[in-house]
């Protein structure tokens, strides 16, 4: 019997969908590359995954791209990574501007080399205004740090009480929604300090496949997905 192909559901998509590009370095050892090899791949899914996601009309991305973990790999590798994104992001300007991409990021960029830096505030200023989308990129970020320095800035406020909106309002993601949906590619199933707080009625996917190897196929598998499960936050 021939199964019955499922489509998207074109009226129920995920506002904002977060990505935890994992598997770069597995990728790359499995076919006996490089592991800066791996992450370089990764770049060309980021870019597809942005492409469909932005066809699809999905509202928000958001992307670990570099954690305050990551500092403990090998310089080299590292160097690598700051060098893929800051060139990613000086070839790829102008096309998210065209696609209306407007670039946000969480975490502390004031840690990140200057070169690397300088190119995020650049194309944060060049996409201001676009109004279609919405690119979160998680650099230097982690949740916990994120958590506390919110509650340090609460703190040195003044603010005595507070509830879970003003709370909020302390998160380098004050002006996003929740992601709705969270993708972890390569098998793993944990968060690794990825957005905690934002993520408690999220919907996890954990799929298989390599970050690199993640194509539109994966993503629309994914969304599919997320558009079976049944979202009660709490209710019946």
Known sequence: MKLKKVEIDMSNLPTHIAF??????????KRKLSRTLGHKAG?????????RSVM?????????????ENWKRPKDEVDEIF??????????????VEQGIKIV???DLSKLPEDIRQAFEKVI??????TKHIFNIGINYGGRPEIIRAVNSIIASGVKNIDEQD????LYTVDLPDPDFIVRTSGEMRLSNFMPYQSAY?????????????????????IIEYQSRCRRFGAI
Do not use: H, Q
Request: aromatic share 16%.
């Open 20 to 29: 935890i590009m994992d598997g770069n370095g597995r990728w790359a050892i």
């Open 43 to 51: 770049i060309e899914a980021l870019r597809r995954v942005l492409d």
């Open 56 to 68: 699809l009309g999905i509202k928000i991305i958001s992307l670990y791209a570099f954690s305050t």
């Open 83 to 96: 060098r893929l994104l800051r060139e990613y992001l000086n070839e790829d300007t102008k096309k998210i």
């Open 105 to 107: 990021t969480m975490g």
């Open 125 to 130: 200023f060049d996409t201001k205004n676009c």
């Open 167 to 170: 709370f909020k309002k302390y």
């Open 202 to 222: 999220s919907e996890f996917y954990f799929p298989k496949t390599y970050w690199p190897d993640f194509k539109e196929k994966e993503l629309d598998n994914a």
